[in-house]
């Protein structure tokens, strides 16, 4: 159920109530691919730095340990220790990133493992199931995400197949929580809108995927090559069409930069593997932009990353003696990294929420991206 509270131009604050508590909108979700955040931190971690959904991937847990494991072991939340909501992407993407190892069909797409190579075969029902095994807070429609670039004649074949399948993942869905042994019952399904850099062709796959009045809408196969504006111009195009009093989720963004344009054209739902990737490569997120620790310039820093941010790592600890550690190769580095970057995106949410309720998010968001861009002093 959302709610939206006010909104700021086209920038939404809401709330969805799920089962697993309430969301605050707009919201980054941490992700965790395989029931854990790479970088080695903890579920007691994401609560210390404001985490308020953890996304997991349903291709990754049905390879491995399978998703009946986890059913059996009382599903996702228990099994992994987190008593927040969860979102499952649908797998969908995985499965279409491994381009040369799988073929597509009418009832879903056969593929191989990257783990062990056999043969698995997903399509909208099998996805449903799995999520249903895991016991997600909000479980992902079955989608096809196409290449890009890729021609209109496929662009609409691919968007019409969505659409079918989006219709067998509701459908299944339905089914699946009325059975007696499913985990939670209250699952909820997004729909996924397609369609590329093809603007009617998005706007239209909108249009349709409203009339199933789902629990929310995410805007798929972005980020996948096009540039920055193109990205922005398809939300300006395609937000419109979709329900205002739904959440709105655009899937795998992305920069601070990028979440902040994409809050002002009315999405609230964000997730991607920047700051724990980032983190882990030895760079930090901060107001002032991107630092990589591994410079020189840091052998003597006694500051912390971000000077002000009280993340456990900034309160504890400074960039000289995190530079060491990437240095020596302590895996404590990345784990301090990704703590700091996760807790970075956290905030900034937070900060998004509130300067959208003070009506004044076209100057918050002026004022961040100015400081993105004076660099480190």
């Not at 009946?68 to 599903?75: A, E, M």
């Not at 059975?179 to 996924?192: A, P, R, S, V, Y």
């Not at 069409?241 to 959440?247: A, T």
């Not at 002032?288 to 020189?296: Q, Y």
Request: net charge neutral; aromatic share 8%.
């Amino acid at each position: 159920m959302y709610r939206l509270i006010c909104k700021d131009g086209n920038a939404k604050r809401g709330e969805v109530t799920t089962v697993h508590g309430t969301i605050q909108t707009p919201v980054f979700m941490n992700v965790g691919t395989a029931a854990a955040i790479k970088g080695a931190v903890s579920t007691m971690d994401l609560k210390e730095i404001g985490t308020q959904v953890e996304l997991s991937n349903t291709y990754h847990l049905h390879v491995r340990p399978g998703d009946k494991v986890v059913k059996q072991l009382g599903g996702l939340h228990k099994f992994m220790n987190w008593d927040r909501p969860i979102l499952t992407d649908s797998g969908g993407f995985q499965v279409f990133s491994l381009a040369g190892l799988r073929k597509i069909k009418e009832e879903g797409v056969t593929f191989q493992s990257h783990v062990d190579g056999r043969r698995i075969f997903m399509g909208p029902e099998e996805s449903m199931q799995i999520q249903s095994n895991l016991a997600s807070t909000i479980a992902m429609a079955f989608d096809e995400c196409p290449p890009h670039p890729a021609t209109r004649q496929y662009m609409e074949d691919s968007v019409a197949r969505t659409t079918r399948w989006l219709h067998r993942c509701k459908a299944e869905m339905d089914r699946l929580n009325s059975l007696e042994d499913t985990i939670n019952k209250q699952q909820m399904l997004f729909g996924i809108n397609q369609g590329g850099t093809f603007h009617d062709i998005r706007i239209e796959h909108a249009k349709t995927i409203t009339e199933l009045n789902l629990d929310g809408y995410a805007l798929g196969g972005l980020a996948v090559g096009e540039s920055h504006d193109a990205m922005y111009e398809v939300l300006e195009k395609t937000v419109p069409y979709l329900p205002v009093d739904k959440p709105t989720y655009l899937m795998g963004v992305g920069t601070p930069a990028n979440i902040l344009e994409a809050v002002e054209r009315g999405v609230d739902f964000f997730d991607c593997v920047y700051p724990a990737r980032n983190g882990r490569h030895g760079n930090a997120y901060t107001n002032h932009g991107k630092m990589t620790l591994l410079n020189a310039k840091y052998e003597l820093d006694d500051r912390p990353l971000d000077e002000g941010c009280q993340c456990p790592t900034c309160k504890h600890y400074s960039r000289a003696y995190i530079r060491h550690l990437l240095k020596a190769k302590e895996m404590l580095g990345l784990r301090l990294l990704v703590t700091h970057n996760l807790y970075f995106y956290n905030k900034m949410m937070e900060e998004i929420r509130e300067a959208i309720e003070e009506q004044r998010f076209a100057e918050y968001k002026k004022a961040k991206l100015a400081g993105f861009e004076e660099g480190d002093k």
